[in-house]
T-cell receptor
Framework: GNSVTQMEGPVTLSEEAFLTINCTYT??????LFWYVQYPGEGLQLLLK?????DKGSNKGFEATYRKETTSFHLEKGSVQVSDSAVYFC??????????????FGAGTRLTVKP | NAGVTQTPKFQVLKTGQSMTLQCAQD?????MSWYRQDPGMGLRLIHY???????DQGEVPNGYNVSRSTTEDFPLRLLSAAPSQTSVYFC???????????FGSGTRLTVV
């Protein structure tokens, strides 16, 4: 079935370090891909998205490129800040027989950035 | 502000009690979903709706009911609460596949 696998955490970085969180997917068809961020005590917020192969999504200094050949959508940021500490979820959306917007999430990766 | 509103934010139930988690959105989104979030398991889909009057089961529907009488509202009913339903519940809405979901702030439910 359709699924997302993302790197296990937790990830701990120093401020201004480079961030990569790996995400790969399995899908029958052509999914849209998403990264969500969850701050403590809050719901998930859409961080960025890409809807077709080779698209790059970007927001707040974060980037991810939809790689069909490697079925990946890795999240990157060049210089993290303490305020980036959160849980990050990779997700895909793909039409199914009954739901045109079936969203599947990875398990989440907790990022802690230390000053 | 436009968005998804969930109530209550916290709830403690005794085993066997029933309750309804409320969810409302004011963005005229077709798609609405209920997820539960448990440590180390990401988000699991409980029920979803592709429009008013249409609902279907997700991955973990047992013990829950939903209805969608209007575009705006999508309540989740726990029929007879069990400790295994202790979780954080999120309601989310979306206009379509390429747009992603907008999430509510969640309901933290404890069943004792």
């Amino acid at each position: 079935g359709n699924s997302v696998t993302q790197m296990e955490g937790p990830v701990t970085l120093s401020e201004e370090a480079f961030l990569t969180i790996n995400c790969t997917y399995t899908a029958t068809g052509y999914p849209s891909l998403f990264w969500y961020v969850q701050y403590p005590g809050e719901g998930l917020q859409l961080l960025l998205k890409a809807t077709k192969a080779d698209d790059k999504g970007s927001n707040k200094g974060f980037e991810a490129t939809y790689r069909k050949e490697t079925t990946s959508f890795h999240l990157e940021k060049g210089s993290v800040q303490v305020s980036d500490s959160a849980v990050y979820f990779c997700a895909l959306s793909l039409p199914t027989a009954y739901n045109n917007n079936d969203m599947r999430f990875g398990a989440g990766t907790r990022l802690t950035v230390k000053p | 502000n436009a968005g998804v509103t969930q109530t209550p934010k916290f709830q403690v139930l005794k085993t066997g009690q029933s309750m309804t988690l409320q969810c409302a959105q004011d963005m005229n989104h077709e798609y609405m979903s209920w997820y539960r979030q448990d440590p180390g398991m990401g988000l699991r889909l409980i029920h979803y709706s592709v429009g008013a009057g249409i609902t279907d089961q997700g991955e973990v529907p047992n013990g829950y009911n939903v209805s969608r009488s209007t575009t705006e509202d999508f309540p989740l009913r726990l029929l007879s609460a069990a400790p295994s339903q202790t979780s954080v519940y999120f309601c989310a809405s979306s206009p379509g596949q390429n747009y992603g979901y907008t999430f509510g702030s969640g309901t933290r439910l404890t069943v004792v």
